[in-house]
């Protein structure tokens, strides 16, 4: 039984409000899920500091009386449906989806947590490049993560670093999961179709997303000055939770 499926049988709306997520994106906020460590809760943010987004289709209704976009319906599609293409071989480079469950800060969704090899939940690139170690250490891993694109013609919005999970294997072997930016961004999405195509787009996509990865190592990554004034967390972890009990 899934988190979410015993979340809804036990009819108990899960806690959150009193903790503190482990990551703050613009328009959510990721809980460890506090029944089950070994998932994440992702909700979406209704403070005023948020980033709104609005659907981009043509429609009569202004744009301040549409609904906000809702990240985790889109992203609960995009995920199911590499579940259901890809099966389980999908968990080598993507969290799986487990549904969706009732909070008391909203719906929230469930993904399994990217975690290290010691249990701690695992840093974004941009956080690892911050802290100064050096791009080259995940070039195999990212490398791995391309192929994996290339080979199930999965294409994906813009593979940006705040989005990639580099999950530590051992202490010369990473692992990378992409954790956000699911689904592809073509207005038409024919790469569904057409393999040859997707792997077009995956590709130059991997080729611009390393030298933007280059550049933020060259600037040193991102400074304290922007993560301070920033409404989202820049892709940097408030904490890295407890190591998960052993089953």
Known sequence: MSA???NSQSGKPLTLKHLTPFGVGGRRLCYVHPESPQYCVKVLRTDPERTIRI????SWIPNHLRREYDNNQDERHSLEHLQTRIG???RSHFPWCHG???TDIGKGLVLDLIRDADGKISCSLREHITRGLALEHFRPAFSEFGDFLMTHAIDTRAILDHNLALCRISSDRWKCY?????GTSALLPLGRWIPGLARKRIRKKLDTAWMRFEQLEQSGGVSDALIQQSTWGQ???NHRDAPTPET
């Open 4 to 6: 979410a499926e015993a």
């Open 55 to 58: 659907r981009k289709s043509k």
């Open 88 to 90: 389980s071989s999908m």
């Open 100 to 102: 969706e469950v009732e």
């Open 178 to 182: 992409l954790i956000d930016g699911f």
């Open 235 to 237: 892709g940097m972890l």
